[in-house]
């Protein structure tokens, strides 16, 4: 369905003064683009166990995260019984984990709805709305700050409305009552003043940019959001004059898809506002249909709202800039339309959630504010009916803040469908954020330069914390374990749906460096003397016709084991092959003395597969040494990697390109290395990579290798 008519016949209701304060329908970058489409977006399941590949370079610093990165709304704020005094002391400390350094004060009813009889609303800071005495409640909004969120985060308010008196009873501030209202926004800034808030953030109205004041049912709307500027033009008037250390804007829209909607608005307020506000959410599924692979993709496009205000802005409003604040996100924009749609509390929540900050950071965002932090519905990191205790989703706000702050670095991963790679670094301290999307377990192989433009040392140590739905009762954070910059590379195992922190203060971290690993390849000799080249150590495979995964018949040096017999890559079956195309000899062997010629080798193959092959290492220090390794390929290319274990100098690789299928091609590979430190050794891996024939088995083959 195109676009144009799919936002003719979505829902949007009326101002609410319910629990979530906005329309039922919230804009999500998915929801477009499915529509667009004309079909859902449907992911093939990530195979467990994948290889995803990836680098972070801390070198390379891209973009700054700041104490707004990762806000939050607090929907709470307002009752002095929870945030306040007397205060909830569960939910105060339990807050206070999350550390969020901007915090948005939002309900839709805080002024639209008296707090006094017959309502009643612990939130409402407003009594009387309905009539002309209407006024705020200075002894409660004084309770409410009191003691509140004393961790010190800056705060936003959202005046989301009017006092039911000035509408005009069709949801729209009657124009007669614009300097009226002004007016009133003024007076809660000298309330706030008055109580030891200055300098805070003011929003003025939320989500008007609907049929109340949009284009986005209404074309003909005889209210635009030019009237929305220009009410918040006078509020930013009165309310500077009260407290010019302020900051106010608005309008929080909820459709920054409308083109007209924003260019409407930055032209009328653009001029004066300090920054703009927004809303998009992951997916809009009233009839929680969507998968959560959608979810995740949502999440993961949520920066690009970011880019479109800045843009409308520019194109409206020269010689100025402003702030840009995301101040509401979460799964399902539908909320409470959305009947057992709870993702938002889940590990879902969790996943989708980091992919959101991480998106909304790389896109320069200002700050972001996640809806919230407990409604007592379909949304909230803390669970109100347990004492406030964080949910999951709480838990990555928490390791954000303390251990994700900072710039973001050069990061890139060879499959972000299945695990989105993000580097960070603060001070000295260097840190990874790896999120499996998947939906299965994934290995991620890392490669990284340190901010000096080192690399780390196999052994240096990284500190592990994760939000994993496996510790769920209750929900704490886990820690895995140490891992070293050797399993990072080698392959390191994320379970499904997990968000992991991995980090390490660069000041005394282990270096590599000082080595050097160069390679060569060339054609296989018809003969070679292993002892005669091998003066150090010499290996042969395969002499035996048994050569089998149980016996490798392998022949070495004798008195020496510095090449170690190889191991199978991907469970491969091992077989000999009777003619490699060398001849080789040796003397002074074991178990086999001498040979004065054998043609054979190993082979290891997988029916109707590939990617298996072999691993063989050697001893690697200061002292330069020369390993050959004779190689071979049957119908598949081959591939060999040579790595030294301190990293002290790049992985050598090199492709073995068959011209075609149903033959065998051999080389020798010549690897001349030393490393940066004692007692290392050099890993070098053989891999039949492909199948070039349609019907035979792909094999690696591995006849011989001299050290010297």
Not at 253 to 267: E, T, Y
């Amino acid at each position: 369905m195109p676009v144009k008519s799919m936002l003719g016949v979505l829902s949007v209701r009326r101002r609410s003064v319910g629990r979530k304060g906005a329309s039922p329908m919230k804009l999500s970058r998915s929801l477009i683009t499915e529509s667009v489409a004309g079909m859902a977006l449907l992911l093939a399941a990530v195979p467990a166990h994948a290889q995803v590949t990836g680098t972070v370079r801390w070198n390379s610093p891209t973009v700054s995260t700041n104490a707004f990165s990762y806000g939050m709304n607090v929907y709470d704020g307002f009752d002095p019984n929870i945030a306040g005094s007397p205060g909830d002391p569960n939910y105060k400390s339990n807050f206070a984990l999350l550390q969020a350094g901007m915090i948005r004060y939002h309900y839709a009813g805080n002024v639209s709805v008296s707090d006094g009889a017959p309502n009643n609303d612990s939130r409402s800071w407003v009594s009387n709305s309905g009539s002309s005495n209407y006024a705020w409640d200075t002894a409660k909004i004084n309770n409410a700050m009191s003691g509140s969120y004393s961790y010190g985060p800056t705060r936003m308010i959202s005046i989301a409305n009017w006092p039911t008196f000035l509408d005009d009873g069709t949801g729209h501030l009657q124009k007669t009552k614009y300097a009226a209202y002004a007016s009133f926004c003024a007076q809660l800034v000298q309330i706030m003043k008055n109580n030891g808030h200055g300098g805070m953030y003011y929003e003025v109205t939320n989500e008007l940019d609907n049929s109340l004041y949009g284009y986005a049912q209404n074309s003909s709307n005889s209210f635009t959001m030019k009237d929305v500027g220009a009410i918040i033009n006078q509020c930013i008037t009165a309310m500077k004059a009260v407290d010019s250390s302020i900051h106010v804007g608005g309008p929080a829209f909820s459709r920054p898809d409308v083109a007209q909607n924003l260019n409407d608005f930055f032209v009328t307020a653009g001029p004066n506002i300090d920054f703009t506000t927004y809303h998009a959410y992951d997916v809009y599924d009233p009839g929680n249909t969507t998968t959560n692979q959608q979810v995740f993709n949502g999440a993961s496009s949520l920066g690009s709202w970011t880019n479109s205000m800045r843009q409308a802005f520019t194109n409206n409003v020269s010689g100025r800039t402003i702030q840009y604040f995301h101040t509401e996100y979460s799964v399902n924009s539908a909320g409470s339309y959305a009947p057992n749609d709870n993702r938002a509390t889940t590990i879902i929540g969790a996943v989708s959630d980091a992919l959101g900050m991480v998106s909304m950071v790389n896109a320069g965002v200002t700050g972001t504010m996640h809806w919230n932090e407990a409604d007592y519905g379909h949304f909230g990191v803390l669970d109100a009916g347990n004492q406030w205790q964080l949910r999951l989703p709480g838990l990555v706000y928490q390791i954000f803040n303390r251990d994700f702050s900072g710039t973001y670095v050069a990061s890139t991963s060879s499959n972000s469908g299945a695990v989105v790679i993000q580097g960070a670094r603060g001070g000295t301290y260097d840190k990874i954020c790896l999120i499996n999307r998947a939906e299965s377990s994934q290995t991620v192989q890392l490669t990284l330069t340190l901010q000096s433009g080192q690399t780390p040392a196999g052994n240096a140590s990284f500190t592990v914390e994760q939000v994993n739905p496996s510790y769920n009762s209750p929900p704490q954070l886990a820690y895995p374990g140490n891992v070293t910059y050797s399993t990072l590379q080698s392959g390191y195992v994320l379970p499904a749906n997990t968000v992991t922190i991995i980090q390490a203060d660069e000041t005394g971290l282990p270096t590599g460096g000082g080595g050097s690993l160069t390679g060569s390849v060339a054609t296989v000799p018809g003969s070679v003397n292993l002892a005669t080249e091998g003066t150090t150590d010499w290996a042969h495979w395969g002499l035996s016709s048994s050569t089998s995964n149980s016996d490798h018949s392998m022949d070495h040096k004798s008195g020496v084991n510095q090449i170690s017999d190889f191991t199978v890559i991907s469970n491969g079956t091992i077989a000999q092959v009777p003619n490699f195309g060398a001849t080789d000899s040796w003397s002074g062997g074991t178990p086999t003395a001498t040979s004065s010629g054998t043609t054979t080798s190993a082979k290891a193959y997988i029916p109707w597969s590939y990617n298996t092959g072999f691993s063989i290492t050697a001893p690697a220090d200061t002292t330069t040494r020369t390993l050959k390794v004779y190689v071979g390929v049957y119908d598949s290319d081959g591939q060999l990697t040579a790595t030294l274990s301190d990293n002290s100098a790049p992985q050598y690789t090199n492709t073995l390109t068959a011209t075609n299928g149903y033959q065998q091609n051999t080389r020798v590979y010549t690897l001349t290395y030393k490393a940066g430190s004692p007692g290392q050794h050099i890993t070098v891996n053989w891999t039949c990579i492909n199948n070039r024939g349609s019907y035979s088995f792909s094999e690696a083959q591995l006849q011989a290798a001299t050290l010297h």
